[in-house]
């Protein structure tokens, strides 16, 4: 089992940035696909980005391509998500996620997918 906490969440201005930080612990990160999702407030989660195993592939959702930036350190055991140009309409509480094993078979924004969650950090973006 991993465990995930998050970090790096707050207030920002629009047109501001924020770097999202998920530290692991428990069995190899580097077994582990990873994934951030968001959930605003009165909407269900979505899928925000997500990286393979390696980090050799990525995937965005379109709001947020040319954006975002979702990296990982498997020596640190964190996952990150970088976000630039940041819009009110970004505002969400944010979730890291992960996914291991025959899991990993499908695809990377199908949040059942997912079997490990963080508690999340929240981010506000003001106009």
């Known amino acids: 089992q991993v465990q995930l906490v998050e970090s790096g969440g707050g207030l920002v201005q629009a047109g501001g940035s924020l770097r999202l930080s998920c530290a692991a612990s428990?069995?190899?990160?580097?077994?582990?696909?990873m994934g951030w999702f968001r959930q605003a407030p009165g909407k269900e989660r979505e899928f925000v980005a997500a990286i393979t195993r390696s980090g050799g592939s990525t995937r965005y959702t379109d709001s947020v391509k040319g954006r975002f930036t979702i990296s990982r350190d498997n020596a640190k055991n964190t996952v990150y998500l970088q976000m630039n140009s940041l819009k009110p309409e970004d505002t969400a509480d944010y979730y890291c996620a992960a996914r291991y094993g025959a899991a990993t078979f499908q695809p990377m924004d199908r949040m059942r997918s997912y079997a490990y969650w963080g508690q999340g950090t929240q981010v506000t973006v003001s106009s």
């Open positions: 428990g069995r190899t990160f580097s077994s582990y696909d």
